[in-house]
Every structure is written in C-alpha cells, then in structure tokens.
C-alpha cells in the first residue's frame, strides 16, 4: 500500500507531548514535559460547568459560540486592554486555541504563501502552516535571552509574506515581547500588508515587572490583527478545549467559514462556563499569576541547584534549561532516556526548531505543578547525572 499520510505532513505523525507523556506513564515519572496544570481551575467555573450538563446544554451549541461567551470575550478584552469588540461579528469560539491557529491558517493563506515565525515555535504552527500549502519563515530566538535578532526576522519577509504567526507570552521560553520588539513585528507586517496572528494563550501568566501587551492594542494594529486565546491555561482547564480568536468582522468570518468545517461547533456545556470564569474578578487573575510565580521561583532555584543554566521566564509556565551540565549532548536523546533514567519527563526544545543547533542541549520543563511535584522533580534532576 502506499503510504497513507500526505506528504505535506511527513514528520508530523506523533507530536513531543503525547510522545513524552506516554514515557512517563510507562516509568511513573515526574512529568515536566507536557504543559498542564495537576490542579483544578476556579471552583465556580466548575460548578457551572455541572450546572449547564444538568440545564440539558448538551446539544450544538450555536455555530459561532454561545451568547454569553462571545459577550465574556468582549467584555474581558475590554476590561483589561480596552479593545472594543461587537460580540456578534468580531469573536468566535472555537476548540481550544489549537482550532482557531488551525481555522486561522487555513482561512487567510493560499498555498505558495508565506508565514513569518519566530522559532522555537509551538508546534501546531509548523503542522498547520504545512497543512495550508504555506511556507514557513523563521527568525530564531536564542538562549539564554531571546531577544528578538532584528536582521533575521527582516530577512524573513518577502513579497510573499501573507502572515506573521506570533506568539506571546511565548511557548517555550516563556519571553514575553517587550513594546519594541512589537513595534518591529507590526511595522514589518504593516510594510509587507500581512496579517498578524498573535497567540496570547498565556496572556495572564505574566511575572514580576512584566507586562503582556496584546498585539491588536498597538497603533494601526487592530484592522489587520486576529487574536487567539483559550480557556485552558488561565484558568487551568487543558481538557476543556474552550478557545477563541477575535478581531476585524470580515477576517473572523473568513475563519469562520473554515471552522465550521473542522468541528462545526464544539465544548457545549463548558461554553458558559468559561464565560463565568472570564467574569471574576481581577484579583482572581492576579491570583493565578501570583501561585504560577511562586512555582516559577521553585523550580528555577531547584534547576540552578541542579547545577543547570536556565533562562528566568517572564511569562507562560514553561522554563528552558541547558542540561549539558548533566552529561547531555543531544536533547532530544536526553529525554528519551530522562523518565526511565531519573523518573522525570521533560521536552526537547530542538523539536520546535529549524535551526537544531540552536538548541541542542536545551530543555523544557512545566511548572504547573504542585510544590511538592517540582521539589520532587527537582531531586530526581539533581541524581541524574549522566555516568
Ligand atoms: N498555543 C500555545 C502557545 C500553546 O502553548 C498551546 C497549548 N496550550 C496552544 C496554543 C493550544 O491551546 P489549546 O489547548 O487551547 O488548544
Ligand atoms: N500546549 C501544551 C504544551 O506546550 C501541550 C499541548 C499538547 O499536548 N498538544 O505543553
């Protein structure tokens, strides 16, 4: 028989988490590699949750999302960065934000066109772009401080450059994009006239001194910028698959029309939950970051105690660390061997680039875990040396 995958997705049979995930269930490891949470999310919008299964909100819900999660959406984007956005026209829900980069991607490129990318770069990115027939463009970001490298990312842009896939706070180092570095983007965008997609997943994951800067809310930027956020990580929720993207009418349309021929509709009852959880209170919010940091601080002690070298995330609940220290020369060999060897999982980061040599010794642990989780992993890392 002939193969049965496409060739456009040859080398993307099995994604890093579900392959790291499944080796530490086989050796009962701490498992640091796949981001997400070991706790639940706020406990009224769980509740809620039960309530709508128990209201009988168990059918389609309506194409677009439902009322009071496009008016949460709305309403949440103007609180905290003051966008206005007409519920009806400008936001749609889709199936986590993995949907709408998907519907995204399909809807605005044209095979041929291409995408400018900053890598390491989340991975459904590399997949959906090669999906859609279009041609990825990357400027790396480096260990330890993955500043922007202005002369790359101009390089990247062409004639036909259609889009700017960006993403901040930034999965897998946890940079989040300073003012100027946005600048540069959009400027470069608005002179080559692509679209800028912009993940801000980890829009509340922000540490310290900080700020996260939503894309759309920069001058000129709202008219060509579609936004993507999801449920899952602020107010940890993976399963949920509760996402949505929002911006200019005819753009969201556009994305409409793909999406509903992906899931048509998806995530019913938890729908209107995650509207309750949209509508807490800022301390809420503030709540999440300020337990994230605390675990942040945890790990990066343990990992430098470790004798590691590690890049302090701003953002995301992600930390990169270079685990030559511990005898490794390749990553992704490293943590292949990590959960059988030391009973910890953790990712490669070489997986989420072009450019291997950029990261070859370099790995991502989560830090979405318990304390008592992290110290654990901490000691398991501290006995690993390799022989
Ligand atoms: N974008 C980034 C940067 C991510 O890290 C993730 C994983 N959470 C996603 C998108 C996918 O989000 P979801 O689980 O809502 O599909
Ligand atoms: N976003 C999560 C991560 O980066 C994993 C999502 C997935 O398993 N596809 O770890």
């Not at 105690?305 to 992600?318: D, E, H, N």
């Not at 992290?374 to 890392?381: I, K």
């Amino acid at each position: 028989m002939p193969s049965p995958l496409v060739r456009r997705m040859a080398g993307f049979d099995a994604t890093i988490f579900a392959e790291m995930t499944a080796l530490a269930t086989r050796h009962g490891a701490v498992n640091l590699g796949q981001g997400f949470p070991d706790t639940d999310g706020p406990r009224v919008m769980l509740e809620a949750a039960k309530a709508a299964i128990d209201a009988g909100r168990n059918q389609y819900p309506p194409g677009p999302g439902v009322p009071e999660l496009l008016e949460a959406v709305a309403a949440h984007q103007r609180r905290f960065y003051g966008l206005e956005l007409d519920p009806g026209s400008q936001v749609l829900v889709t199936v986590g934000a993995t949907e709408a980069i998907a519907a995204t991607v399909l809807a605005l490129c044209e095979p041929g066109d291409e995408v400018v990318t900053f890598e390491p770069y989340y991975d459904s990115y590399a997949a959906t772009i090669a999906l859609a027939g279009a041609v990825r463009r990357t400027s790396v970001l480096r260990f330890p401080d993955f500043t922007v490298d202005e002369a790359s990312l101009r390089a990247a842009f062409s004639p036909r450059t259609r889009m700017v896939l960006l993403n901040t706070p930034h999965n897998p180092t946890g940079k989040v994009f300073s003012r100027e570095e946005l600048e540069l983007v959009c400027g470069l965008a608005r002179e080559h006239d692509a679209w800028v997609v912009t993940d801000e997943v980890y829009e509340h994951l922000v540490f310290g001194g900080s700020t996260h800067l939503p894309v759309a809310t920069l001058p000129g930027m709202s008219e060509r910028t579609l936004t993507i956020s999801s449920a899952g990580k602020t107010f940890s929720a993976t399963g949920w698959k509760v996402g949505w993207v929002s911006g200019p009418p005819e753009a969201v349309a556009a994305v409409r029309a793909v999406k509903q021929f992906l899931t048509f509709v998806g995530s019913g009852p938890f729908q209107p939950a995650v509207a309750v959880a949209l509508g807490l209170p800022d301390e809420a919010y503030a709540g999440i970051a300020a337990s994230l940091e605390g675990k942040r601080d945890l790990l990066v002690a343990g990992l430098h105690k470790a004798g590691l070298r590690v890049s302090v995330p701003q953002g995301t609940y992600f930390v990169i660390a270079d685990v030559a220290p511990l005898g490794a020369v390749d990553a992704l060999e490293f943590c292949r061997e990590l959960p059988a060897r030391a009973g910890v999982a953790g990712v490669p980061v070489s997986v989420f680039h072009d450019d291997k040599e950029a990261a070859v010794t370099l790995v991502r642990f989560a830090f979405c875990k318990r304390d008592e989780v992290l110290l654990e992993a901490v000691r398991r890392l501290e006995g690993a040396r390799l022989a």
